[in-house]
């Protein structure tokens, strides 16, 4: 048994509803507890600011894609280097950095959990090796579905457990954990060297549109009673006038579950463009969030970007095929077989651009202009929008209207008639940021039942106690102190174990992969289905019994078990 | 100011050293100077016998000569920017990387990675140069931005790859892919070249011995007579797979396959 006190926390845990009390947390075995024995080991907070462990509900930092953007970047490896250090292995890299260098980074910024945003089916017993070489955050796999045979055959015939059952197969095969839709039946059209248009174009040789099969996917999500919803990366990505897509798509959503949202729309700033082409590109914020606000059903996440050098990458193929088109940079796509595509590209987001600008303003506008934290979490698509270590300068962002001012003085004049940043007041409080880092993500994720995203006896011991004091920091005026703070936590606990201190990384780490297996009758089985199982072994290269992922990938994985209504 | 740093003999040879430390500019202060042999750090001293003689208060009058076995040494000159250094033998890879002054004279060989990515001043290497001569680095898009490298006997492959300024003078021959990537700058080959210029954007390249597969995607726009050279070169357009605005001058039709 092992103990630990920890006195004078500042806490906002915003899902138990504690904002700023000065209190003491219990911890036992690597749980909040009520009480500890006066022998625990204590460590003073000194009344700086508790929060749970960060979430990070999108980001891309194992699996093939994230791997191929550091072949394709070996100029990315000349930054971030740093030596061995203590119990801290070499890392190299700034936007698609080592998988160590991410996990340390995440961990001195106070993040224990992280989602990985796209894990292509046939490609994850790479993700989860990369998963195992992250050790200081339990991971999650987004599972992508978007251009899946299987599953646009099940959508073509109007069969939601249908499909539901090749996604109960194919999660628990794979250890994933939620539905991902990138671009659904896009990355598809583009294996046939065409795109769609928006949500009511057929998907060539399948004959079903990308409406179609989010709405059933959405249905058998919540047949299966999955912990998140489906997550989704909308049609018609960057692309001038495509708010109209973002909105059409939102309308398709209903009301199902009442724990939690029923689409995860991820990455919106990429979604929330008007105008028509990259010279007339305009915000579309507004409209969007008017959206979100009248529907509770939907979460989404900033997307935000800022300026500097990154990497996009994304199953969504023919978008970064567009993107190559405009900046003529190296690139690269896959294909993978039956399930979806990839694209990787680098970008450089300027200043001097206008449509840089005009997206840097969409992501704040969003979370600006969502009334509710909990709709609209903080993420940049790592590292599409930008690395996640520009977490804590969004924050400050966020807090301060006058660092938003001082910010789009540098940037292009047009910005003021592009967007309406410039007329927001509103400033984000602590609980708002605790809420958009991590208390919202656990309730989007649907992880809060696993004990994560709070503190209430009971939960996961993860915590991040920043060197800030809220009572002394304005964060309106003093912004520079609020993105320091946030940068390096004075500790960050994971499960009760001071595992990183003041920038430092102090101990090796073992995580935990979360991953779904909803158990469905055996009658619906996709497994014991001469179809399915014949279709499988004439398209795919691998044969249907090596395709699932050994226990051995997942030394430490947490199966989370739902019973399907099938 | 002369440094003379001649080379201990090694129980490993082999062991590469890093002496980035190695620039007229840091002998102002003394020759403690720290450099690594493999993993572990050493003092300058330990593998050099340092002697040095007169003094000076800037860069600009200092001389550091290398001697010995210098061919496992790398990064020398590495950040120079004014002075000279000469090495009496063969270097190792790496050196001149980013020199942006100064001159760097060396009789014997280079390994690769000459002059990479150099901003200004002058390279002479009076016998062969490794791969990756006068180039940018793996992945950058910006190679040797400045200056001037010069090579008597022949380069390797990827010579000039990304040369966006100054000028490259390689007087043998260059291996496969010289001057690939191209965005400006001048770059002159006296013997031959294999596969030249693919993706060329920008800048000049001229080549007067014979290139072999020449590749296809560079439009011949006309012939020129150079007097000092005495020879007409046929001027090429290209590389169009890429609508670059280069030009490479070859002479005779360049084509060997023809
Ligand atoms: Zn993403």
Not at chain 1, 151 to 172: C, F
């Amino acid at each position: 048994m092992t103990e630990l006190l920890i006195r004078n926390a500042c806490v906002f845990d915003p899902l138990n509803g504690i904002r700023g009390d000065v209190m003491d947390i219990a911890i036992r075995d690597g749980r909040i507890v009520e009480s500890v024995q006066n022998n625990a080991d204590v460590i003073d907070a000194s009344g700086f600011l508790t929060l749970p462990g960060g979430i990070d509900s999108h980001s891309h930092v194992c699996g093939t894609k994230v791997n191929f953007g550091r072949y394709m970047s070996p100029e990315d490896m000349r930054a971030g280097r740093t030596a061995r250090r203590g119990k801290m292995h070499v890392t190299s890299g700034y936007y698609v950095p080592t998988t160590y260098g991410n996990s340390y980074r995440y961990s001195t910024m106070g993040y224990t959990t992280v989602l990985e945003g796209a894990m292509a089916p046939l490609e994850a017993r790479h993700t989860h090796e990369e998963f195992n070489a992250t050790p200081l955050q339990d991971m999650l796999a987004n599972t992508l579905f978007d251009g899946n045979w299987s599953i646009m055959e099940a959508v073509h015939a109007q069969d939601v457990k249908r499909a539901a059952a090749i996604v109960a197969w194919t999660l628990s095969s794979v250890r994933g954990f939620a539905i991902k839709l990138t671009n659904p039946g896009g990355t598809e059209a583009w294996g046939w060297g065409g795109d769609l248009t928006g949500i009511r174009d057929p998907v060539p040789n399948f004959n079903v549109t990308p409406a179609e099969i989010i709405t059933t996917m959405i249905e058998a999500n919540e047949l299966l009673h999955l912990p998140h919803s489906v997550h989704l990366h909308c049609n018609n990505l960057g692309k001038p006038g495509n708010y109209a897509t973002t909105l059409e798509t939102f309308g398709l959503v209903p009301d199902l579950n009442k724990n939690r949202q029923t689409l995860y729309a991820t990455h919106v700033q990429f979604h929330a463009y008007g105008g028509s082409t990259w010279r007339d590109i305009c915000s579309k914020a507004d409209e969007i969030t008017k959206s979100v606000n009248a529907k509770p059903q939907i979460v989404m996440d900033m997307g935000q970007i800022m300026f500097g050098r990154t990497m996009t990458m994304t199953a969504d193929g023919p978008m970064e095929f567009n993107l190559y088109c405009l900046h003529h940079n190296k690139w690269s796509n896959h294909d993978v077989e039956l399930e979806t595509g990839s694209g990787i590209i680098p970008v450089l987001y300027s200043k001097k651009s206008l449509v840089n600008c005009v997206m840097w303003a969409i992501g704040l506008e969003l979370a600006l202009l969502t009334k509710n934290p909990y709709q609209c979490l903080l993420a940049t698509d790592n590292p599409n929008g930008a690395p996640f270590v520009k977490y804590p300068e969004i924050i400050g962002l966020l807090m301060s209207k006058r660092y938003r001012d001082e910010e789009c003085a540098t940037l292009h004049d047009g910005i003021d008639q592009r967007t309406s940043i410039s007329s927001i007041d509103r400033e984000m409080d602590w609980n708002e940021i605790a809420i958009i880092t991590r208390a919202g993500q656990a309730r989007a994720l649907g992880i809060a039942a696993q004990g994560k995203g709070h503190l209430a006896p009971g939960a996961e011991a993860d915590l991040a106690i920043y060197p800030i004091r809220c009572d002394d920091v304005d964060p309106a005026t003093e912004y520079r102190k609020v993105v320091e703070g946030f940068q390096k936590t004075r500790f960050t606990i994971k499960r009760g174990r001071v595992v990183a201190r003041d920038g430092d990384v102090i101990v090796d780490g073992a995580n935990t992969t979360f991953w779904v297996n909803p158990t469905i009758p055996d009658e619906h089985n996709v497994a014991n289905d001469p179809e399915f199982v014949k279709k499988f072994e004439e398209y795919y290269t691998v044969r249907m019994s090596n395709y699932p992922v050994q226990d051995v990938y997942l030394p430490r994985g947490r199966c989370i078990k739902t019973e399907a209504d099938i | 100011m002369r440094v003379i740093l001649e080379a201990k003999v090694r129980k490993k040879p082999f062991l590469p050293i890093e002496a980035e430390s190695i620039i007229p500019r840091n002998f102002l202060k003394g020759t403690d100077l720290a450099v690594y042999e493999g993993n572990k750090e050493r003092k300058l001293v330990d593998l050099f016998r340092i002697s040095v003689e007169g003094t000076a208060v800037t860069p600009e009058k200092i001389e550091v000569v290398l001697k010995g076995d210098t061919s496992r040494v790398k990064r020398i000159g590495e950040y120079m920017d004014a002075g000279k250094i000469t090495i009496s033998g063969d270097v190792g890879m790496h050196c001149g990387n980013f020199m942006s002054g100064g001159d760097i004279e060396i009789l014997g060989n280079a390994d690769a990675w000459l002059g990479r990515e150099m901003r200004g001043g002058y390279i002479l290497c009076h016998g062969n140069a490794g791969h990756y001569c006068a180039s940018g680095y793996r992945g950058e898009k910006t190679g040797m931005q400045g200056g001037r490298v010069e090579v008597l006997g022949n380069a390797g492959d990827y010579c000039a790859e990304y040369l966006t300024g100054g000028e490259v003078h390689i007087h043998g021959s260059c291996g496969d892919m010289a001057g690939v990537e191209m965005k400006g700058g001048q770059f002159i080959i006296d013997g031959d070249a294999t596969r030249p210029c693919g993706n060329m954007k920008d800048g000049t390249c001229m080549i007067f011995g014979t290139v072999r597969q020449m590749l296809p995607t560079f439009e011949r726009i006309g012939t020129k007579k150079l007097p000092d050279r005495k020879v007409t070169v046929t001027v090429y357009k290209g590389d169009v797979a890429n609508r670059g605005k280069g030009i490479m001058m070859v002479k005779g039709t360049g084509r060997s396959d023809e």
